[in-house]
C-alpha cells in the first residue's frame, strides 16, 4: 500500500511540473507580437548606475532573467555564457550580456556584482523594484513566479531561454535552455554579423 502511495505522489509532482512547464510556456508571449520587447523601466545595475530599455542600443546583446539563488538553470547558463565568451574570443568583443534578477528583494547590487563577476567583465548585473523588474518581466513575456520552500525560504520558477538581440534593442532569437554548444555559437556568430 505504501509503494502505490509513493506513485501516485510521484506521478503527482511530474504531472504538476508539467504543468508548471506548461504554463510557462504559454505566458512567454510570441516574438512576433507587435511591441515584443519594447517597454519603459528603470532600474539598477551591480554597481548601483541607473539603466533603462536604451541599455540594449549600441551592441548585440544576450538577455537572460534568473536569480542568484537559483539552484541549476542559472549557475549552468552562466558557465555556457562564459565558455560562449570564452570561444568567440575577439570576434565576439562587441557582444554584451545581461542578466535580470527576477528576484529583487535578495538580488542586491552587490550581490549581483558578485555573481556575475566570475563569469565575464561583460555581463552586468541588473535589479530594481518588483514593480519596475515586473515592466521588463512584461515587455520581454518573462514567466516568473515565486514558490515557497520549507519555512521561510522560496524558490523561483522563470523562463530559462537566453534573448538575442541586435545593435538596436531588436530582438533576433532565442537559445534555449542547455542547447547544443555548436548551435548556441551559431546563433551569437549571426547575431554579431547583423549588428
Known amino acids: 500500500m505504501a509503494l502505490k502511495s509513493i506513485r501516485i505522489w510521484l506521478w503527482g509532482a511530474v504531472a504538476a511540473l508539467g504543468l508548471t512547464a506548461i504554463t510557462g510556456a504559454m505566458l512567454l508571449r510570441q516574438p512576433d507580437q ?24 549600441g551592441h548585440p546583446s544576450a538577455l537572460f532573467f534568473g536569480f542568484t539563488h537559483c539552484p541549476e538553470v542559472c549557475p549552468t547558463t552562466m558557465a555556457e ?18 542578466f535580470v534578477s527576477i528576484d529583487p528583494e535578495r ?13 565575464s567583465d ?8 518588483p514593480e519596475e523588474i515586473a515592466k521588463i518581466a512584461k515587455a520581454w513575456g518573462i514567466y516568473y513566479q515565486k514558490v515557497p520552500l520549507d519555512g521561510a ?3 523561483m520558477d522563470h523562463t530559462a531561454s537566453v534573448f538575442l538581440l541586435d545593435a538596436k534593442g531588436e530582438f533576433q532569437g532565442t537559445i534555449a535552455y542547455r542547447e547544443d554548444q555548436a548551435t548556441a555559437l551559431q546563433k551569437l556568430r549571426n547575431l554579431l554579423a547583423k549588428s
Open 122 to 129: 561583460r555581463i552586468t548585473g541588473v535589479t530594481g523594484t
Open 107 to 119: 538580488d542586491t547590487p552587490q550581490i549581483l556584482g558578485d555573481y556575475v563577476s566570475w563569469v
Open 81 to 98: 555564457m562564459a565558455s560562449w565568451f570564452e570561444t568567440l574570443g575577439a570576434d565576439g568583443q562587441d557582444l554584451r550580456a545581461y
Open 153 to 155: 525560504d522560496y524558490t
Open 34 to 57: 507587435a511591441g515584443f520587447g519594447k517597454g519603459v523601466y528603470s532600474l539598477i545595475d551591480q554597481t548601483g548606475k541607473p539603466v533603462d530599455q536604451t541599455m540594449f542600443a
